[in-house]
């Protein structure tokens, strides 16, 4: 459902929770596009999934619903995200030192079966996610 509604409005949805939190559950639908999503994206977004939400009805109990960008510096999570993300600027920080490293940056080149490929200047790593403390988006400020 809220990839359709993503789609029409020019953008695509990264991940989809719904927790328990503090006796509310609460859906998160985290979105973004080319260039990133701001608060009018977010918006527009929210006021197009809602009729659909409350036309089917996929949460049986009263919920909240969120809709933000995944953050600049958020980790991937997903394989969805992996696929996503091909080809984009990834930093890395293993848990133990690959080659020597420990923490780098390179290129997201391939995902497959929970283990994503990362090229360096001088290196290619295979990294399987449970072994990485994060692989984010690379963020230059």
């Known amino acids: ?33 080319d260039g990133g999503v701001g608060l009018d994206d977010c918006e527009a977004f929210s006021r197009a999934i809602d009729p659909v939400l409350d ?14 960008s995944p953050g600049a510096d958020r980790k991937l999570v997903t ?29 997201l080149e391939e995902f497959t079966d929970g283990v994503a490929v990362v090229k360096t200047e001088t290196s290619r790593f295979e990294i399987k996610k449970a072994e990485a403390v994060y692989i984010r988006l690379h963020f230059e400020i």
Do not use: C, H, W
């Open 1 to 33: 459902m809220a990839e359709k509604v993503g789609e029409a409005l020019g953008v695509y949805v990264v991940d989809v929770s719904s927790k328990k939190e503090n006796n509310q559950r609460t859906l998160r639908i985290y979105i973004d596009k």
């Open 79 to 107: 394989d969805r995200e992996f696929m996503y993300y091909k080809g984009r600027e990834v930093d890395v920080k293993l848990y133990k030192a690959i080659d020597g490293q420990k923490e780098f940056s390179g290129i």
């Open 55 to 68: 036309e089917k009805d996929p949460i049986a109990e009263p919920y909240s619903l969120e809709v933000s």
